[in-house]
């Protein structure tokens, strides 16, 4: 039920979660970068 009640949240906020997705992209691309640095 967790999975449906989720997939049910992200189908209703998609623009929502694009964001929330570009926002981890992002941290993680950074963290990245200074750790290869």
């Not at 967790?2 to 993680?28: G, H, M, R, V, W």
């Amino acid at each position: 039920m967790t999975s449906d009640y989720l997939q049910t949240a992200i189908l209703n906020l998609p623009s929502f979660n694009e964001i929330t997705i570009k926002n981890k992209s992002q941290k993680n691309n950074k963290t990245t970068h200074k750790k290869t640095k």
